[in-house]
């Protein structure tokens, strides 16, 4: 079975400031891992996703992760913080088949909630 | 492409009573997801279909629950003799099936049971 940790459950940065959002995954097979944003009463928009290749993946706002084998770790940064960042960010992770095809289903971490103070 | 749509966007309800919402998927995607969210929770999984085929369902879906995708295109989710317990975001995702089967979302239905 597949989880996902999200430590911290509120982040407090000062704009300008480094966001780092942290993200542990438990998986049995190679896992696809995904960062979604969420704002007040709207759906998720994914920011960026991992599936193979290059572990350093870049996705919209200036949002970048690096996927850690090792450490089974997916944390998102960004390098200079903006007010329209705040919202609440979640990591997912989705297992695949031996032919790296995903089976489907999201499991979400219980999310990350990024206030950027002036 | 319109994007992931759901109907209706809040839904307020009394105990004992059924609701039914309504997701029409981003055209031409085969895949369609169903989650639940409460506050200051990830949304959980409840069940997807393929086509019109529902391929797996979570066991938070209880019997109370169901969901149908009859042509393939839109689904519905319906709870019957809703309980306080079932207020939460009900969030529709689709995808197009493909090999990273990257998911869309809808804005939502919020259902408060009172």
């Known amino acids: 079975a597949q989880s996902v940790t999200q430590l911290g459950s509120h982040v407090s940065v000062s704009e300008g400031a480094l966001v780092l959002l942290r993200c542990n995954y438990s998986s049995s097979v190679p896992p696809y891992l995904f960062w979604y944003v969420q704002y007040p009463n709207q759906g998720l928009q994914l920011l960026l996703k991992?599936?193979?290749?290059?572990?350093l993946v870049k996705g919209i706002n200036g949002f970048e992760a690096e996927f850690k084998k090792s450490e089974t770790s997916f944390h998102l940064t960004k390098p200079s913080a903006h007010m329209s960042d705040a919202a609440e960010y979640f990591c997912?992770?989705?297992?695949?088949?031996?032919?790296?095809?995903?089976?489907?289903?999201?499991?979400f971490g219980q999310g990350t909630i990024l206030t950027v103070h002036p | 492409d319109t994007g992931v749509s759901q109907d209706p966007r809040h839904k307020i309800t009394k105990r004992g009573q059924n609701v039914t919402f309504r997701c029409d998927p981003i055209s031409e995607h085969n895949r369609l997801y169903w989650y639940r969210q409460t506050l200051g929770q990830g949304p959980e999984f409840l069940t997807y279909f393929q086509n019109e085929a529902q391929l797996e369902k979570s066991r938070l879906l209880s019997d109370r629950f169901s969901a149908e995708r009859p042509k393939g295109s839109f689904s519905t989710l319906e709870i019957q003799r809703t309980e306080q317990g079932d207020s939460a975001m009900y969030l529709c995702?689709?995808?197009?099936?493909?090999?990273?089967?990257?998911?869309?979302f809808g804005a939502g239905t919020r259902l408060s049971v009172l």
């Open positions: 997912a992770v989705s297992e695949t088949n031996a032919g790296g095809t995903s089976y489907g289903k999201l499991t």
């Open positions: 991992y599936t193979t290749g290059a572990t």
């Open positions: 995702a689709s995808s197009p099936g493909v090999l990273q089967n990257i998911q869309y």
